[in-house]
């Protein structure tokens, strides 16, 4: 459904239209696209035998098809429609290399990224998206790499340019219907940038951690990502696309800037909640164990959590400084802070007693104060709404599991305190350490936090390679509530480690 207009949905059997759109959709029922356009049952039923005709009924390869409509969906920032097609694309034979060449908007790729019925389809596409009127070189390019496919099915070659042009008409005019009424609240969201992505269980007992690789390029650098309580992965679904976009994407094969391993801590999304105690030392040594298993190098460019994912990421630069070359601890604190052991205990207590949802209300309100765009009536409130479904879905044994560990934990006492004396550690500053916070976080006590953090380690291990940056107008996850102010200082601190 959009975001400014609730979607529809009828029953089954109670809309002959809406079945018509369930039976081309299959098992993917309806979609958020098709609940809008329900408002007007007449214009729902003539998109639903358009949509069906370009999709079903054409005689253009499926691949040349889908690339087409792929390109209409990166030049108009069309985030949704871009992730319900890249699938498809790759079901009818795109290969990764070739979705990049079509999601980089300031290129056309050369032939030997694409076939030469491609390489003209794509390049039709961009111009009629792009500029509306196609150069007449432009056509007759395509029209001259159509005959063999029009001779060989006994076809005129100009009734496949129109069906090629009326494919990108279409999608044009979906990507337009998407992003104006904001359909699935993803006009705001950044295109993906394809990867080779795969699942991972990695064993830690008899138990497992969930985890998620995001390849680039084999030759790119690794960064590891760590979530915060009472969140999993997804969390950083907003951020994913500004790292994996290529600092120019001209060479091939293309590389993106980066690789990506995400993960869900113990107790969170699909990773195990185990009996055993869960400490902030367990996090970190998790982490390393997932670079071990998953990074074929060993060694990461850097590691970034926040929140609970920040303390662990903390705590791993102290116990393995051999494994990465820079950490990113956003929002978070080296030791417990008093009192907040109670506070945990409390909303412990609210989660059985009310539920997960009474504790998801009060946690974002907490995350996201205004003047957060994410806070009350602030322009991205869609995000909200995605992350309490998160926290909605953590089991309560899985964030007692996980703030057990926020209880009582300190990151600067000695190691013979139960500590990794984080200030002594990294006395060559061989591990580069930024500290980041959102400006609104706790009033501000966050970010005050952890600029005396920053002070403190720098004036104890006069070796130590320590900044802290506020995020202005962030709450507790600024990668969600400013993501592009907060990948601007992230992404120019890793541009020079």
């Known amino acids: 459904m959009s975001r400014l207009v609730p979607g529809r949905f009828p029953a089954p059997g109670a809309s002959p239209i809406a079945d018509a759109i369930r039976e081309r959709r299959g098992a993917r029922g309806l979609t958020p696209l098709d609940g809008t356009l329900l408002h007007v049952p007449a214009v729902a039923e003539g998109w639903n035998s358009l949509l069906g005709a370009v999709r079903t009924k054409g005689s253009l390869p499926g691949d040349v098809r889908e690339l087409m409509i792929l390109r209409v969906a990166a030049r108009n920032h069309a985030a949704f429609e ?13 290969n990764t290399t070739q979705l990049w060449a079509i999601r980089d908007t300031a290129t056309l790729p050369t032939p030997a990224i694409l076939s030469p019925l491609q390489a003209a389809a794509l390049a039709f596409a961009d111009h ?8 007449t070189d432009v056509t007759a390019a395509l029209q001259e790499q159509l005959k063999p496919l029009a001779d060989a099915n006994k076809l005129d070659v100009d009734d ?6 009326a494919v990108v008409a279409t999608y044009n005019m979906v990507s337009r219907f998407l992003i104006s009424l904001d359909v699935a609240g993803m006009s705001d969201n950044s295109v993906p940038w394809p990867v080779d992505r795969a699942e991972h269980k990695v064993p830690i007992g008899a138990d497992h951690l969930h985890a998620v690789t995001l390849v680039t390029h084999p030759d790119a650098p690794w960064l590891v990502f760590a979530n915060s309580l ?12 500004f790292v994996l976009a290529p600092t120019r994407a001209t060479t091939w094969p293309f590389k993106g800037t980066y690789n990506i391993l995400l993960h869900a801590q113990r107790g969170h999304g699909r990773s195990s909640t185990p009996a055993t105690p869960c400490t902030i030392l367990l996090l970190a040594n998790d982490i390393a164990l997932l670079i071990s298993t998953l990074v074929p190098a060993g060694q990461v460019k850097s590691v970034i959590g926040v929140s609970q994912g920040g303390a662990a990421t903390l705590a791993f630069a102290a116990l393995h400084p051999a494994l990465a070359a820079s950490v990113v601890a956003c929002d978070t604190g080296p030791r417990t802070a008093p009192g907040n052991a109670e506070a945990w205990q409390g909303r ?18 907490r995350w996201f ?13 869609n995000r909200t709404e995605v992350v309490k479904r998160m926290i909605e879905g953590t089991s309560i044994p899985g964030f007692a599991l996980g703030a057990g560990a926020l209880m009582s934990y300190d990151l600067i006492k000695a190691h013979a305190e139960g500590g990794v004396a984080l200030l002594n550690a990294n006395a060559g500053g061989e591990v580069k350490t930024l500290l980041v916070a959102g400006a609104l976080d706790g009033g501000g006590k966050v970010g005050a936090g952890m600029e005396k953090l920053r002070d403190q380690w720098s004036a104890t291990t006069p070796g130590a390679w320590v900044e802290y940056v506020e995020i202005p107008n962030a709450g507790h996850l600024p990668m969600i509530d400013e993501t592009e102010h907060f990948w601007g200082v992230v992404g120019g601190f890793l541009a020079s480690v």
Not at 82 to 94: A, D, K, M, N, Y
Not at 160 to 165: G, H, P, S, W
Not at 230 to 241: G, Q
């Open 230 to 241: 009472l969140t999993d992965e997804s969390m950083w679904d907003w951020l994913v696309p």
């Open 82 to 94: 871009w992730i319900h097609h890249e699938h498809v694309g790759r079901s009818h034979g795109l």
């Open 160 to 165: 496949l340019l129109v069906e090629a042009a």
């Open 128 to 135: 009629s998206t792009s500029q509306v009127r196609v150069p």
């Open 348 to 365: 412990i207590a609210l989660a059985q007693a009310d539920g997960m949802p009474a504790l998801a209300a009060v946690t974002a309100d």
């Open 369 to 381: 104060p205004a003047p957060s765009q994410c806070g009350t009536g602030g322009a991205r409130g």
